[in-house]
């Protein structure tokens, strides 16, 4: 099995690329460790935002919300909770045309919350959700975290905007191969089966595929 990377792992490894000092535990009491305290979740949600990562794809079956319209659409949904993106919405018997269908996002001022319009009956969403422990990340999104929190972190704690530039330089790559690797594992998918039920088998949820093991991200050993 791959190996995974902790929350102070990743915090090291982000110090590790600005040249900073090494934590003990982020919860430490020193200025490198209150940073990555500080960048942590902007840091992963924004790039959990940045493409349809695979270990993180998730259906979630959508809620309506009562005594809510919009113009244009049938349905109102409300839109799912640590959830970074959506990318279809649909209706399960409508799964092999799921990327003609449309739908839109929206938020709603009277009750402020975000909800979802649809013309599909009893819609589902694809979506990436937030996987809040590190542990279950794919190596290729660990080593992305790694130099986006190593962008935020490198000015508040080195004053150097080009190393700072050169993180985010570097983990705007890790973004790009994913979405290459992931354009490729997309075209590769059979086609599904028709009928909802016989396609349901064992449950959904988010799923982990296709991880890369860090020895390929680090040939030379983990630093």
Known sequence: MPQSLGQTQLCNLALYHIGDNLIGDISDPVPEALACQQYWIPCRDDLFNEHEWGFAQAQ???????????????????????????????????????????????YIPGTGTQAIGSNEPYAICDATAIVVDPTIWDPKFALAFSYRLAASIAIPLTGDEAVAQTQMVLCLAMINEAKRIGFNEKKKKPHQVHGYRDARGGGGGASIQGQVGLDQVFPNGTP
């Open 60 to 106: 979630i079956p959508l809620v309506l919300l009562a005594n809510t319209t919009l113009a244009g659409w049938a349905y109102v949904y409300a839109y799912p909770v640590q959830i970074a993106g959506v990318w279809s919405v649909y209706n399960p018997y409508n799964y092999n045309k799921k990327e003609e269908i449309e739908f839109d996002k929206y």
